[in-house]
């Protein structure tokens, strides 16, 4: 049975915590979570847990349909404090799920690639050049 809107950001929130995902706020009266999509829907993303994330609304209305990788670059320019573990984290899960689930054409493959911008972020500088 597919969970509702509030059902999957109560997951999120479970699964990650209290804080934005993008610029670290902690979630309080003032700041509310959203549930944001780490592959967004235009780019083929799902309505599934595993590709929810909470997020605060400024972050989710900034980062529009920019890809996941690019809007934590964003952020950290703008001098906020992303949690590029739980991105990892999420597009892991996403690709576990998409294997389990099937179908996902469109995000399969968008997916695939901002991981490996992630782990090309992660690489010591001149590593692998000879």
Known sequence: MALDRAARLR????RDG?????????FTAQITPSTEHVVPRVKG????????????????ADRGHRGPVEWLEECERRGWEPDG??????LTQLVDAIARE??????????DAQLRRL????????AGLA
Not at 85 to 90: E, F
Not at 119 to 126: E, T, V
């Open 18 to 26: 209290g804080t934005c995902i993008w610029c670290g706020r902690a």
């Open 85 to 90: 573990a739980r991105l990892v984290r999420a």
């Open 119 to 126: 782990r090309r972020r992660a690489a010591p500088r001149g």
């Open 102 to 111: 099937g179908g996902q054409r469109r995000a399969r493959p968008y997916v």
């Open 45 to 60: 993303g799902p309505s599934w847990p595993e590709n929810e994330v909470a997020a605060c609304r400024r972050c989710n």
């Open 11 to 14: 997951v999120a929130l479970e």
